[in-house]
């Protein structure tokens, strides 16, 4: 192989870092298989059954462990996961049309694996306890460090430091039968499961039912929402359901001419969405609780300018009357009587649900479009199946949905275009996505030591776009136009059509995915790096070891440090592992294999944190396994008794980080904390949770962090690449919004248990464990997007760090993770080029080998407006509208971030109604058809928790849920705002199809029925007061309703079809989503049935969240206004 000629002139990435170790890396080809947790799954299965673990209080000494972990990893019969690139084969990839009966090679696909039910009793419904006052803190006369042997637990004498050794407690013996979550994850989703939607192709008209009597305007393109054709202006001026966004003087109230059938009453009652602060308990009808918003009761917010010249109209010319909606009462106090003189309220009148677009027919529709064909990547700028759709994937030139989604696949040719549609230009990336067995995964591309063929001047990476020119000598770069001589070892020659010779031989040419292994030049400080580490972190204050938690990890993770990310064919892992335990001091295990027993060291001095011991601290797993089974049988009986309730948390991160930096590695830190770290340390926090912030200007402080510390922490953090994952079980504030920082920088994730409790929070944080240590990661990953001339990306959201404007570093990146990526332009685009994107992710894999993700995409640009509208992905969109609006919530009050979300999105579809829809339609409410569900996917996002709070929610929910979203890819949001409810009394139990999914509305449920209700964090099962005593025993064991347990954490496992088939569904779904969903059973009229309503998005919620009817009513409103 020849010397590339194109010298790099330094690391593309080039930042200087602490020194690496020189670690020469075997050059092998390959990668590890996407859903390798998954796949390990499979080898779980212990002898016992479940992870019940009652944990007696007193007990005889436990035996010492020898054989408490499964077999090492030769039984786990994992799958080779790395692909040669020869068998990158010919005629896997045809000249344009794909060749779709010749699947390229694969390894042996995963093994499958059924997931189990966890069905652990339950005595408490978790959510709603509070734990008892602990002990007070005791001193600590811990010497500034202290190294000690651990004896076995039959040490009687007090260690130096303090701690209280216990009486020894037993511990039933343990193995890990997993419940394997994700056998179900790409479980074909029938599109046949429901009744046959009315089949509408994504730009066809979608016939509405028109209203009795009501005329439906002729308008077939976009969609029409009947009932909405207010009357004309002149006459149509009265009260409105809506305030107006601007001071604009009240018009009289003069009611339009009613239509047949139409009852003309007052305006619907609507509005709750508007309201900022909890209403009053003594909301009087026909004043608005909230703070001033409207222009009829104060002054215009500042993020509504005024907007001179339009006129209200009303917006009442609504088809049917509808009666109030159950159990949410017709006087909502957030339903203001606008324009309304004095006097009783009048009936509400509302649009019939069934009217208006309907997420499920739209997600229907899809699936049976198109979920029977793969969706061949070849062509620029094809918009694909929704999230919802199974579909397979043919990578012909395009990555594929799975690693990039845009908001639209046609892009406006310029900026003036783009600023008038307000259509952000948004990309959501998720570079490490695990794809289903049945598709291809990124070919590795070695070029040996010179490295991948890339652009002179912008560095742009060989791809399908280059245009190769001069008979194959150079070639022009489709991103910066720069022409670059191709590298004597590179060059081929091209055929009659222009086409290199070897372009279906070589991934960087016919593909949209692939990799390259780096070279040195790569890496840090130009040194190959070395295997990352993995270091667990153990809360072992009070509470900890109070509730069980202590103990439960240390005995999981006996059995699970088997089980640690593999390159796809190396025998073991190349992860090195590591211990500290923590209260108010830091305690690090020596577990060196030639120790008999682990040596502690104690380091209270937690000012200035070091690692007190470098030889022994990281060790390999199948070496020391000794030692290590013992310090982890040791630490629940060493904590047994302790009174310590005081803990620190920013010191345990630093010593993880000098760990690290000692050790010359990358790594990811897995801390189990459980309270605010109010003890003397660095880092130190108070309690500054304050509810009634809410509402104000400062709500935004309950987001921000009260400390700069911990930004300042996670730079470093990011710098050594020490990725950290938090696992919070918190019995009160412990301020998430300043805990989560470094995992957040840092491209770490954040689980959260509140009030964990042993019985029912097990199966659920054990299960996000394993699947947290099992996953592919990388490490040390940096992250550039280039675009072709004319857009650029400007903006990035999700869990990262930047240095700069244009690096996304990331000291952790797993397959979860997402960055939503905006793009503005700075130029013109043209309709024959296109736009070209290139996502770079330079990272280190598992076992140390340095590698580079590229992902190209080549978009449409467009003249009319009408092609953007006919190629936006509504979905996507929320996805970055989502991420825009929680990351806004750091700096402006809620409600400025909701009404520019309200503003922004009326005027999207304002321009819309304008320049792409009939003009013979005015007055009509007419949604593009690919945005269709933007109003009902918008309020969703509108009235969730961190931007419209119910009483039930408190400050670190919100900060949560905040950093959660703000990682996830479309499906997940998706899913998140828009709740999946399933009619599990309508499910098949012979087939392996869902029930069709219903709109999550409580009028859609039946008190004879029990409904499933799925959002990526919780399962809810919904059980109707009258359902068949037959369903009831089946499902739950028990005879009569009244018996049904609610505070079950998983179905009881009954041998009969109607039970298989629900559990079969719960698995599946918990298989489909990146965290372990907690399952409550909700009693109708039973108290929890309110959190449950909650998530019926379509309804009116407690909180004042719109009802869909009434928010779709506000956007039409306010779409007229910007029309007038
Ligand atoms: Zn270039």
């Known amino acids: 192989m020849s010397v590339n000629q194109q010298a790099h002139t330094g690391p593309p990435y080039g930042q200087p870092q602490p020194g690496y170790q020189g670690y020469q890396q075997p050059a092998y080809g390959g990668q590890s298989l996407p859903g390798v947790p998954r796949s390990q799954y499979g080898a779980y299965n212990g002898p016992m059954p479940e992870y019940q673990q009652p944990v007696p209080p007193q007990g005889s000494l436990r035996a010492p462990p020898t054989s408490g972990a499964p077999p090492p990893a030769s039984g786990a019969s994992h799958p080779s996961g790395h692909l040669a690139y020869s068998q990158f084969e010919h005629g896997d990839v045809q000249n344009g049309i794909p060749a779709s009966a010749a699947p390229m090679q694969r390894p042996p696909a995963s093994q499958p694996f059924l997931p189990g039910s966890g069905s652990t009793p339950v005595s408490q419904p978790s959510a709603f306890q509070q734990y008892g006052p602990p002990p007070a803190s005791v001193q600590q006369l811990s010497n500034h460090m202290a190294g000690m042997t651990i004896g076995t637990a039959t040490a009687s004498a007090p260690p130096p430091a303090g701690l209280g050794y216990g009486p020894p407690t037993s511990v039933p013996p343990v193995s890990g039968s997993f419940s394997p979550p994700g056998s179900g994850l790409y479980t074909p989703y029938s599109a046949t499961q429901g009744p046959p939607p009315t089949s509408v192709p994504q730009g066809l008209p979608v016939a509405q039912p028109p209203f009795p009597g009501q005329t439906v305007s002729t308008q077939r393109l976009p969609t029409q929402v009947p009932g909405f054709a207010p009357p004309p202006p002149s006459t149509g001026v009265g009260p409105s359901s809506y305030p107006p966004t601007t001071g604009a003087p009240r018009p009289p109230a003069m009611p339009g001419p009613p239509l047949p059938g139409q009852t003309l009453a007052g305006p619907p009652s609507s509005q709750p969405n508007h309201v900022t602060s909890p209403p009053p308990p003594a909301a009087l009808a026909g004043l608005h609780p909230g703070p001033p918003m409207s222009g009829l009761h104060g002054p215009p917010p500042p993020t509504h300018p005024p907007q001179p010249g339009y006129q209200m109209q009303q917006n009442g010319s609504f088809g049917q009357v509808r009666g109030p909606q159950p159990n949410y009462g017709g006087a909502y106090p957030g339903t203001p009587n606008y324009g309304s003189p004095p006097g009783p309220p009048p009936p509400p009148k509302r649009l019939d649900p069934d009217s208006i677009p309907s997420p499920i027919q739209v997600i229907e529709d899809d699936r049976s479009n198109r979920g029977s064909e793969p969706f061949v990547t070849g062509a620029r700028g094809q918009v694909p199946p929704l999230v919802t759709t199974n579909f397979l994937v043919k990578d012909q030139g395009n990555a594929s949905p799975r690693y990039i989604r845009c908001t639209s696949y046609n892009i406006p040719c310029t900026s003036d275009m783009a600023k008038q549609s307000q259509v952000p230009l948004a990309a959501v990336i998720k570079p490490l996505a695990t794809l289903p067995p049945e598709e291809t995964l990124p070919y590795l591309v070695d070029h040996g030591e010179s490295g991948p063929v890339r652009c002179n001047r912008c560095k742009a990476y060989m791809c399908p776009f280059m245009q190769f020119i001069e008979g194959g000598r150079r070639f022009q770069c489709c991103f910066c136009s720069c022409v670059t001589e191709v590298p004597p070892h590179y060059f081929q020659h091209l055929d009659h059509t222009g086409k290199r010779v070897d372009f279906y031989d070589r991934p960087e040419l016919s593909l949209g995915s692939y990799e390259f292994l780096a070279t040195v030049d790569y890496c840090k400080n130009n040194k190959f790096p070395s295997p990352p580490a993995f270091i667990f972190m153990i809360d072992v204050s009070y509470n900890a070891v109070k509730s069980g938690l202590v103990r439960l990890i240390c005995e999981e993770l006996k059995s699970l440090l088997d089980y640690l990310p593999r390159e796809g064919n190396m025998e073991e892992s190349a992860i090195r592992v590591g211990f500290v335990t923590y209260n108010k001091v830091l305690h690090f ?134 990725c950290v994952d938090l696992f919070l079980f918190p019995n009160q504030y412990l301020d998430v919004a300043t805990l989560g920082v470094v995992p957040y920088q840092t491209g770490g994730s954040i689980y959260k248990y509140a009030y964990f409790q042993l019985e029912t929070d097990q199966d659920r944080f054990l299960n996000d464990l394993r699947r947290d240590v099992q996953k592919e990661v990388g490490f040390d990953a940096v992250m550039r997007v280039r675009t072709s001339t004319g857009i650029r990306a400007t903006d990035f959201f999700g869990a990262f760090y930047m240095s700069n404007t244009t690096d996304v570093e990331m000291a952790g990146l797993d397959c979860d993770k997402t960055i939503t990526v905006e793009f503005k332009h700075d130029d013109k685009l043209s309709e024959d080029s296109g736009a070209l994107l290139q996502c770079a992710l330079l990272y280190t894999s ?73 003009p013979s339609s ?52 998706n899913v998140f705002f828009y709740p999946r409810l399933l009619p599990l009394t309508k499910a098949d139990v012979d087939s392996d199809s869902l029930p069709a999914a219903i709109r999550n509305s409580e009028e859609r449920l039946s008190k004879g029925d029990i409904y499933l209700l799925e959002n990526g964090l919780n399962i809810f099962v919904w059980v109707g007061v009258s359902v068949q005593q037959g369903l009831i025993q089946n499902l739950f064991g028990v005879s009569s309703f009244g018996q049904i347990s609610n505070t079950l954490s998983a179905l009881p496992v009954l041998e009969n079809p109607f039970s298989k088939k629900v559990r079969s569904i719960v698995d599946m779904l918990q298989g489909q989503r990146s965290r372990y969903m907690k399952l409550i059973i909700v009693k109708q009229e039973d108290k929890l049935e309110m959190l449950f309503k909650h998530f019926l998005v379509e309804d009116k919620s407690l909180s004042g969240g719109a009802s869909y009817v009434d928010f779709l009513c506000h956007m039409h409103k306010e779409i007229r206004q910007l029309l007038s």
Do not use: W
Not at 846 to 869: E, K, P
């Open 589 to 722: 295990y020596n577990v060196k294999s030639s120790l008999a027993q682990p040596q502690m060291m104690v380091v209270s001095d937690v000012a200035d944190m070091f690692v007190p011991l470098l030889d022994g601290f990281l060790v390999n797993v199948n070496e020391s396994r000794t030692v290590i089974t013992s310090l982890l049988d040791q630490i629940p009986e060493m904590f047994a008794d302790t009174r310590e309730t005081e803990t620190v948390f920013a010191p345990v991160i630093q010593a993880g980080l000098e760990a690290l930096k000692a050790a010359e590695c990358a790594g990811k830190l897995f801390i189990f904390h459980t309270s605010l770290p109010i003890a003397e340390a660095p880092g130190k926090l108070k309690n500054r949770d304050d509810r009634k912030l809410i509402n104000t200007d400062k709500e935004k402080t309950l987001f921000q962090p009260q400390t700069s510390f911990y930004n300042n922490l996670a730079k470093d953090c990011v710098a050594q690449g020490c």
């Open 922 to 973: 005015a007055g009509q409410l007419i949604l593009p058809e690919c945005m269709k569900l933007l109003p009902v996917y918008l309020n969703c996002v509108l009235k969730s928790d961190v931007l419209q709070p119910g009483p039930e929610v408190t400050t670190d929910d919100r900060a949560y849920i905040r950093q959660l979203v703000t990682s996830m890819d479309v499906a997940e949001t």
């Open 846 to 918: 598992c076992a140390g080998q340095r590698r580079l993700r590229i992902h190209n995409l080549s978009l449409n640009c467009c003249t009319q407006l009408a092609d953007l509208y006919r190629n936006c992905e509504t979905d996507t969109l929320i996805n970055y509208l989502a991420k825009y609006a929680y990351r806004g919530v750091l700096s402006s009050p809620v409600k400025t971030v909701r009404d520019a979300l309200i503003n922004q999105c009326a005027q999207i579809l304002a321009c819309y109604r304008k320049n792409c829809a009939s």
